[in-house]
Structures are given as structure tokens and as C-alpha cells.
């Protein structure tokens, strides 16, 4: 089946220590966007692409970083994790939109839950 | 930004039917509603997209009256199953540098036996 993938599910990292995350999907959509949720809060958007295209949200930290290197991958690097970073991580890929009018729904993967200690 | 309003938590039983009702006062022109539910430890699953009127699927409804300030969602008869976070979402489904896809803090379902 089409699906989103991230691993892995469950991450410990030390406090300090880089961490990537990965996610891929064979929706072949054009866009894939990562967000943190933390415990009993509403997803929060980081950063997005569309296609090779990256944007970043205004009050993203500069410690989270991303690639994609290909259409099927899209990774999130936190360069100092801090205590602050432990959360779920969730990868979400849609189709583009072809006009102002016209929208499609995000495919979530089941997230990668990140422990920094 | 069309920021999102629904009511933090409610209760039903099975076999009920729920409405949750999002309030989106300053949702633009070009906004869609779209609503997600979500398990614990599982990422947000959609459910049902409007952008005006009525819209009907397999699993739920969903009510935007004519100057779609708000929107309602309904589950027909409840499970157990249906026990779960439900996200309002409003913007367009494409995240661009104005942030468009603002989660609510979304409304968490109890269904009872």
C-alpha cells in the first residue's frame, strides 16, 4: 500500500548530539512537510517542500535543518537537540495545489517520538 | 492567519451522534476547512475537507454555513473506536511562507459505552 514511513519510530538522543529523522513515501506527492508535536499539543509546522523548493516557518528554530534529496525522501536534522526538542515528530505529504481553489489532504506517517536525556 | 476555535473536550455515548462545532472567524477567501482525527501515538488522519455548504462522506459530515466564520463536524453514531483528538484545520493545504496550516488545539472525543 501507499504509505508515509518515518523511522525510526522511537529515538534517544543525548543532549547536544545531532539527530536526523527520516521519512519517506510512495505517494509520489510533491510535497512533504515535517511538524513537532508535543505532549497534548496540536501539531506545529516547521518547514515544508514543494518539490526540491524548501520553505521555512517564521519562528522554526535555526537548529532544525531538513533535506530531500529525491521526491520519495525528506529528513530533519536537529543539529543541538535540547531538552526542549523532545516531541513527536511527524512527516505529512499531500499533492500540490493546481489552483487557488482546489486543496488535498496531508498524509501523515506515524511519527518518530524523539527523547533527548 | 485564520486562526481555529473548538471546545477543548466532550463526552458521548455510543451510538450517539457528535457535533464539533470549530469557529474560524477571519478564514479567507481561498481557505478550505479540514478536519483530522488523531490517535495516541499515531499521526493525524483526515476526515473530511469543505470549502462551503455540506459535505458528506463515508465516515462523517461536515456543515459550513454561508460566511463560513464556522464549520460543524458530525459523526453519526459514535463508537468506542471514535475516541480520538479532532483537529479543525484552516488554510490551504499547500504550507507556503505565511504558515498556513495552523492546527487548533483540537477537541478530545470521550465515547462511553
Known amino acids: 500500500d501507499a504509505m508515509v514511513i518515518q523511522n525510526p519510530r522511537y529515538q534517544v538522543t543525548q543532549f547536544g548530539k545531532p539527530v536526523t529523522l527520516s521519512c519517506s513515501q510512495t505517494l509520489n506527492h510533491n510535497v512533504m512537510y515535517w511538524y513537532q508535536q508535543k505532549s497534548s499539543q496540536a501539531p506545529k509546522l516547521l518547514f515544508h517542500?514543494?518539490?526540491?523548493?524548501?520553505?521555512n516557518e517564521a519562528d522554526t528554530p535555526d537548529n532544525f535543518q531538513s533535506r530531500r534529496p529525491n521526491t520519495s525522501f525528506c529528513f530533519l536534522d536537529i543539529r543541538s537537540p535540547g531538552l526542549g526538542d523532545a516531541a513527536m515528530y511527524l512527516c505529512?505529504?499531500?499533492?500540490?495545489?493546481?489552483?487557488?481553489?482546489?486543496?488535498?489532504?496531508?498524509?501523515f506517517g506515524p511519527g518518530t517520538r524523539l527523547t533527548v536525556t | 492567519l485564520a486562526k481555529t476555535t473548538q471546545p477543548i473536550s466532550m463526552d458521548s455515548y455510543e451510538g450517539q451522534e457528535v457535533n464539533i462545532t470549530c469557529s474560524h472567524n477571519n478564514i479567507a477567501t481561498n481557505d478550505y476547512i479540514t478536519w483530522y482525527q488523531q490517535f495516541p501515538s499515531q499521526g493525524p488522519r483526515f476526515i473530511i475537507q469543505g470549502y462551503k455548504t455540506k459535505v458528506t462522506n463515508e465516515v462523517a459530515s461536515l456543515f459550513i454555513p454561508a460566511d463560513r466564520k464556522s464549520s460543524t463536524l458530525s459523526l453519526p453514531r459514535v463508537s468506542l473506536s471514535d475516541t480520538a483528538v479532532y483537529y479543525c484545520?484552516?488554510?490551504?493545504?499547500?504550507?507556503?511562507?505565511?504558515?498556513?496550516?495552523?492546527f487548533g488545539k483540537g477537541t478530545k472525543l470521550s465515547v462511553k459505552p
Open positions: 517542500y514543494y518539490d526540491k523548493d524548501f520553505n
Open positions: 484545520l484552516v488554510g490551504l493545504n499547500y504550507g507556503g511562507s505565511q504558515g498556513n496550516l495552523i
Open positions: 505529512a505529504t499531500s499533492r500540490d495545489i493546481q489552483t487557488n481553489f482546489n486543496s488535498y489532504e496531508q498524509y
